[in-house]
């Protein structure tokens, strides 16, 4: 099994900034060649909890980056819309919980990167006086590992690449979908092996 997520925020300085939403989801990598998941089977799989940025401003001096907000309002229509608040957002303190509930214990986890959404999670860990929901050991980075397995297939690609048959079905910046897109990425790249 692999297990993945990703943070939306309202910021970069991730001592301070708020978590607008987090998406996660576990899938099981025999399935990439003998029944590959199909683009949106993995967006429905991914999991998605949005928070109350009020409460993270309020309770937990979390600070709005300007340049981040006016950022959100140049994305996509369907990314605005995911992150606009909403009367059902939960508080940060239901994090953890979520994610231990979607992640499979003693697996790889899989973030876009080593240096923002795990330092995030710790961050938050010690913010709300929380065990991780992981061990260390078990943080992967999908960038790195996507465009690993390009170069051991002979191939130099960014990791960013987006597969032509599901171009028009991505929502960039809605975390399912990225979750769901850097899946779909080692999947088709472990299938052209």
Known sequence: ???????????????KCPVLSVAAM???EDRFTSKPYTYLELVSLAQMMKFDVAEQVGTYGRVIEQDTLDW?????PEAIKSMAPHKNDVSIRDLVPFLRSIFTKKEPV??????????MTTTLCKLLNEKEPYAWW??????????????SGGTVIRSDFI??????LFVAHDPRHDIAMDIYRIQSLVAAL
């Open 26 to 28: 576990s899938v099981d």
């Open 163 to 168: 597969p032509e048959d599901v171009a028009k």
């Open 72 to 76: 959100w309002g140049k994305q996509s």
């Open 138 to 151: 078990d943080i992967r980075d999908t960038r790195s590992f996507i465009e690993g397995i390009a170069i």
């Open 110 to 119: 899989f973030t876009r990167g080593n240096s923002f959404d795990p330092v």
């Open 1 to 15: 099994m692999i297990n993945i997520y990703d943070y939306e925020t309202l910021g970069q300085d991730i001592t």
